[in-house]
């Protein structure tokens, strides 16, 4: 038997989720069993434990898109019995259980070794968030992000990717500048290295100038829409931004001369199909780069019967940093 959180659909097309004891006979099919010590909590996790979003396939279902845990039995040789391992994506917790449970079954080519300098619960404070942000930095190094350039923007600094992407950034000497709508946030940043704090309205109005005055070095983005589109206008010649999210909305209402004229890079993030070798680089990376004492600054401990409320929460922009969850508390 293990305990996992359990998302059912009734007749009337409402869920409901409660935590629940299941048979092993339940797992879904996969290489790789894994005793699941902690997750997280992301927006993705807070459609599946509510309305579902459109992502998950079928009911009854277990959410949760990352876990990290110990192997306790492999059909694949790459994996033993004690190897401590990491997931993200593969669209774990959406079309396939995931890892709100003690226990998990997944496919070995979904899972990552976790470096050594990690424990379990590191992992996951770090989660899929982490992991995009990371991404997302090596993106704008491989187009020639170095120190010295100048500030580098984090849209939407206070959520999940911004804080690791601010950490990240200021710890590789970078002069951060976090855009934030919420003032209560602002000593949250600057303990994770923010130089600056823009206000969100500064940035949140479309304008009529393709071009504006070169302000940034780079930018991670997690909104898109009209702040995308104006940060594009302020960008360094040659410079870049990654875009890792859309709580702005998903319109892009830019115009091509930034491109043209200031031969400006869009990057497109995603950590749902990384390929492996991108997997296990970013995670070395973030062994050696994040500064872990930062990131357990942000985490909000949490248990498997805390989810459905968590979960409305990040649904309404109301969670600050990084939910740990320890699955078998």
Known sequence: MFKALLVEKDEAGATHASVQELDDA????GE??????????????????GPGGGLVRSYPHVPGIDFAGTVEASEDDRYAPGDKVVLTGWRVGEAHWGGYATRARVKADWLVPLPQALSTR????VGTAGLTAML?????????LRTGQG?????GAAGGVGSVATAILASLGHEVAAVTGRPETEDYLRDLGA??????????????????SERWAGCVDAVG???L????????????????????????????????LRGVNLLGIDSVMQPYDNRVEAWERIARDLPMEKLRAMIRPARLGDLPDLGAEILKGQVRGRVVVDVAG
Request: glycine share 8%.
């Open 122 to 125: 590191d992992a996951m404070a």
């Open 32 to 49: 790789v069993t894994v005793a699941v010590e902690y997750s997280t909590l992301n927006y993705k996790d807070g459609l599946c434990i």
């Open 26 to 29: 339940r797992l879904p099919e």
């Open 136 to 144: 997302a930095v090596m993106a704008l190094e491989a187009h020639g």
């Open 229 to 260: 589109a104006r940060v594009l206008g302020q960008l360094n010649y040659g410079a870049s931004v990654a875009a890792v999210g859309l709580a702005g909305g998903t319109d892009l209402p830019a115009k091509v001369i930034p491109f043209l």
């Open 195 to 212: 130089a600056s704090i823009v206000p969100r309205a500064e940035l949140n109005e479309t304008t009529r100038k393709p071009l504006e």
């Open 225 to 227: 829409g009209a702040m």
């Open 151 to 155: 500030p580098v923007l984090v849209t």
